[in-house]
């Protein structure tokens, strides 16, 4: 069957009246089905409909705080905004987003050299691109760029309203770069710095990003927060950290078709809510850095912040081999009134001390958890290992031991064969004829 055959079976034309009543009922099965898809739009929000293909457009001047400027290069468009100290960011005022404590956000990095830089020489950086996937064909048509200033936060967006214009917008970028000493970004050394590298080679330009530190907030947002929010996009992490919800936001998804519909029609409606929504996602990074920091601040006050992001964070100073921050953190959380946060801690803080050789605290701490669980495995296998091991008491560690066996419901078959292992050699110890058992 030729295609137009087909074509004319599935609409219901040029066939039997029989084949065109069940092409038509197939045609509009698949309208449902295609109708069903559309619903569950990505980013779960629903977007406004860009304006409708007729009719005269509408000045992007008109409906985005900017104009034209031009360099060297040509022109392009640039759009100009400042959020002033009062103005607020969800649960978040401006001017509380600084300043921003460097030793944190270079734990938050995992990079030492932004302990001596300077949190007001920091530029916060989000594009918006032709394609999702990267590669050399995807051009970034809007870099977005934001900064502290004062109390305030200014945000400068390059718009290239046509591909002739992109190499006027890197030209600004490196200009904009000059005096700053790091980035901020949210999955920004996976896509955006990569990208923005490949565009700067295509135009033969020198990369002005490249060995710059990068504080690239996805990675430590994951280790903090993936304990209790599955959806770690910064979408996601608006709400459920930041406060702040979106109306009416463009799907990140929807933006590479509405500049490719800009390249056709010019209208300034197509892209308005895209500066917008890339306005609000730079503004998101200065708010979730300031949050994260937070979690790390030892000293300050801690009752606005969920207990398993602080466990995390102090989990994060082990792994980042800060220790002493730990401590401030974990000591308190193993008091805590949340039941699981308690234990963790607990645990996490008594193999600190053991591991230091501060074993009246760690056996305290052990003793303490039985003492809220006398099934508590964990804490059970320490004493036992340390009656072994330090006081030599192998009739206690025995005791301990089987204690920990009886707790049939927690054992894996790896921790079965660990205890087995222990008992047996315990009771070998123990035995009349081992060295041991004769002294």
């Not at 709400?239 to 463009?250: H, Q, V």
């Not at 707790?407 to 064969?417: F, I, K, Q, V």
């Amino acid at each position: 069957m030729s295609v137009i055959s087909r074509l004319q079976r599935l609409t219901g034309e040029g066939g039997k009246e029989s084949g065109g009543q069940a092409g038509a009922e197939q045609l509009s099965r698949l309208r449902k089905r295609v109708d069903a898809i559309l619903s569950r739009r990505p980013e779960g929000r629903k977007a406004e409909a860009p304006p409708p293909a007729r009719g005269r457009g509408v000045p992007l001047e008109e409906l985005v705080p900017g104009g034209e400027t031009a360099n060297e290069a040509g022109a392009f468009f640039c759009a100009h905004h400042v959020a002033a100290g009062s103005s607020r960011h969800g649960e978040w005022c401006i001017r509380d987003l600084a300043p921003l404590d460097m030793s944190r956000l270079a734990v938050l990095a995992n990079d030492p050299a932004l302990r001596g830089l300077d949190y007001g020489r920091a530029l916060f950086l989000d594009t918006e691109t032709t394609g999702l996937a990267g590669g050399t064909g995807t051009v970034a048509f809007l870099i977005g760029l934001g900064w502290f200033e004062g109390d305030g936060f200014v945000t400068r967006q390059l718009f290239a309203r046509d591909y002739a214009e992109e190499r006027a917008t890197l030209l600004s970028l490196q200009e904009l770069l000059r005096g700053r000493e790091f980035l901020v970004s949210f999955n920004g050394k996976a896509f955006d710095v990569g990208l923005l590298a490949a565009r700067f080679i295509m135009n033969r330009l020198p990369n002005p990003l490249a060995g710059l530190p990068h504080l690239d907030l996805l990675h430590p947002a994951r280790r903090l927060l993936s304990h209790r929010l599955a959806d770690r996009r910064l979408g996601a992490l608006e709400a459920s950290i930041l406060g702040f919800e979106r109306e009416g936001d463009i799907p990140g998804s929807e933006i590479p078709q509405r500049y490719f519909d800009w390249l056709r029609r010019r209208d300034g409606r197509l892209m308005a809510d895209v500066f917008k929504h890339n306005r609000l996602d730079i503004l998101s990074l200065a708010a979730l850095a300031a949050r994260l920091a937070g979690l790390l601040d030892t000293e300050g006050e801690k009752s606005q912040y969920h207990p398993g992001d602080l466990l995390a964070a102090a989990r994060l100073f082990l792994a980042r081999d800060c220790p002493g921050e730990a401590v401030r953190l974990l000591v308190p959380l193993s008091g805590c009134t949340c039941t699981e946060t308690a234990r963790e801690a607990g645990r996490e803080l008594s193999l600190l001390y053991k591991r230091s050789d501060q074993w009246p605290a760690a056996v305290a701490i052990w003793e303490e958890m039985v003492r809220r669980d006398g099934e508590d495995l964990f804490a059970l296998v320490e004493l036992a290992k340390w009656c072994e091991h330090r006081r030599r008491d192998f009739r206690q560690a025995l005791a301990l031991t089987m204690r920990a066996c009886s707790c049939t419901g927690r054992l894996s078959p790896d921790d079965r064969a660990d205890l087995d292992r222990r008992r047996e050699r315990l009771e070998r110890k123990l035995s009349p004829f081992s060295p041991s058992g004769a002294s």
